[in-house]
Structure formats: C-alpha cells, structure tokens
C-alpha cells in the first residue's frame, strides 16, 4: 500500500482544514487507517483511527473535533479537523495498520509523506 497525504496548510486559529489521504494497491478496504502527526520536538501521536468496519477512536485532544471518515471506492481516508488551535501545529501523516494497539505508531506498516498544518493564533 502507498500513501500520499495532502490539505495541510495555514489557518487561523478556530478555523478548518480537511486532510486527504489518497492510498493505492488492492485490499485498501481491509486495513484499518490512522492519522497521527507529530509536532517539533515531540513524539508522533494518535489523532484519529478507523476499522475495516468504520469504527472509530479519537486521541483525547481530538475528540469533538476531528471526524476521520473513508470511501473504500476510492481508496481515500479524510480527516476533518474544525475548531483548530495552535497546538494542533505538526506533520499529519497517514498510515495503513498492520499488527498491535491501534493508538501505537509501530503497529502501522504503511505511511504517507506527511503534510504540515500550522495554525496561526
């Protein structure tokens, strides 16, 4: 599977942005997807998960308003991100799951390059 991230950007405080993940390769509808991102000087983290079977699960900074959602037909995962603050600054990257708790980075086999979302106060 590979991974190509994009719609980060800048953005004002409270404002908006839509992440597109665009994934090729068969059995897309399989794997599990994530989006984590990792800001300077900080460990990569959890921003949002999603099943085969659309079940989802939220880091705790995330919950409420972020929403991760799929379309298996086109092999894309979107990560909507509303009411956003400056602490959300970082990479945002994309990743296919493959063994081990969801919310860890090393359970992920595949990622995307990244794409860098700043938010402005």
């Known amino acids: 599977v590979q991974l190509q991230a994009s719609g980060g950007g800048l953005v004002q405080a409270g404002g908006s942005l839509r992440l597109s993940c665009a994934a090729s390769g068969r059995s897309f509808s399989y794997y599990d997807m994530a989006w984590f991102r990792q800001a300077p000087g900080k460990e990569r983290e959890l921003v949002a998960h999603?099943?085969?079977?659309?079940?989802?699960h939220y880091g705790d900074s995330m919950k409420g308003r972020f929403t991760i959602s799929r379309d298996n037909a086109k092999k894309m995962v979107y990560l909507q991100m509303n009411s956003l603050k400056p602490e959300d600054t970082a990479v945002y990257y994309c990743?296919?799951?493959?063994?081990?708790?969801?919310?860890?980075?090393?359970?992920?086999?595949?990622w995307g390059q990244g794409t860098l979302v700043t938010v402005s106060s």
């Open positions: 990743a296919a799951y493959s063994s081990g708790p969801y919310y860890r980075s090393d359970s992920y086999q595949y």
């Open positions: 999603i099943d085969w079977s659309n079940n989802k």
